[in-house]
């Protein structure tokens, strides 16, 4: 296992359509456990092929219920809203605020290519729907509600002239 470089926002790599896993390859299960290694130790939830710089519709997610790994993943049902904090390790050290589906039911295959259901809400459902939308060249930042926030700024000073 190696850690990846995580490509950063403005990069061409992050703006495109990926291709589907017809068949796990060695090398592609190097890059799942590389993924694994690479979210974990720069302490993110989830984490797309492309943001490896690897255009094939990979994604691995840990919420803290464990590892996922979702191939050629599909939303198949989602309903409800939430509205939240969200972040991305291509766009380092900022958050906005986006509304997602608060739950969503997504088909994929595992790393051994078996398909699989997951029903995910909250926290899970938002990260599914994020790496997701990263395998089609999408990034979170078109979905904010306002602007970006760095995780380093005060809080805005008109909520605070309250008090
Ligand atoms: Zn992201």
């Given at each position: 296992m190696a850690l990846r470089e995580i490509r950063i926002q403005g990069d061409p790599v992050l703006e495109k359509v990926c291709k589907p896993v017809k068949e796990m390859t060695p090398r592609?299960?190097?890059?799942?456990?590389?993924?694994?290694?690479?979210?974990?130790?720069?302490?993110?939830?989830?984490?797309?092929?492309?943001?490896?710089?690897?255009?094939?519709r990979i994604v691995v997610i840990d919420v803290g219920e464990g590892p996922y790994v979702l191939v050629n993943p599909e939303i198949v049902e989602s309903d409800g809203e939430q509205t939240g904090q969200e972040?991305?390790?291509?766009?380092?050290?900022?958050?906005?605020?986006?509304?997602r589906p608060m739950h969503v039911k997504a088909k994929a295959l595992d790393k051994d290519m078996k398909p699989y259901e997951i029903e995910a809400?909250?926290?899970?459902?938002?990260?599914?729907?994020?790496?997701?939308?990263?395998?089609?060249?999408?990034?979170?930042?078109?979905?904010?509600?306002g602007r970006l926030h760095s995780y380093d700024e005060p809080e805005d000073s008109e909520e605070e002239d309250n008090e």
């Open positions: 592609l299960k190097e890059l799942v456990d590389d993924m694994l290694e690479t979210m974990y130790n720069a302490n993110g939830v989830g984490l797309a092929a492309p943001q490896v710089g690897v255009l094939r972040g991305c390790l291509s766009v380092p050290d900022m958050y906005g605020i986006v509304t809400e909250g926290l899970f459902a938002r990260a599914i729907c994020h790496e997701l939308d990263h395998l089609d060249g999408r990034m979170y930042t078109e979905l904010v509600e």
